[in-house]
């Protein structure tokens, strides 16, 4: 793995980290918590339909865009549960760029903006 890549999962360890020290201090149900942080994957349902389909509904979930407007509405809106699902949200979306997985291309689930996931060819 190269330097920069390292950098860029330690960057998203970081980030993991301070959504489980926020969804903490929020007071989150760890039950919740426990229930939702692989719910994004859901969306990998998507590839049923094939690899275009798939990629957009599984990079639709797998953004920042959609914990952070979950977060604002949640917080103009007064939502109580809003700003801890959007933690969790955010908390799955680290996980997984720590882990590798990013956001996907329509040639297939393995090729992904972080590169291509899996063992390498050859």
């Known amino acids: ?53 798939g990629a957009i509904a599984y990079n639709a979930v797998h953004t920042l865009i959609g914990p952070l407007a979950l977060a604002g509405a949640g917080a103009g809106l007064a939502l109580s549960w809003a700003l801890p699902v959007a933690t969790i949200w955010l908390a799955h979306i680290a996980m997984d760029r720590v882990l590798g997985y990013g956001l996907k291309h329509a040639t297939g689930f393995s090729d992904t903006h972080m590169g291509r996931i899996g063992r390498a060819e050859g």
């Open 1 to 53: 793995m190269r330097p920069v890549d390292v950098l860029v999962r330690l960057e998203w360890a970081s980030v993991l980290l301070a959504a489980v020290f926020f969804y903490w201090w929020l007071g989150g149900s760890w039950l919740l918590f426990a229930l939702l942080i692989i719910a994004p994957d859901l969306s990998m349902a998507g590839y049923l339909a094939g690899p275009r389909v």
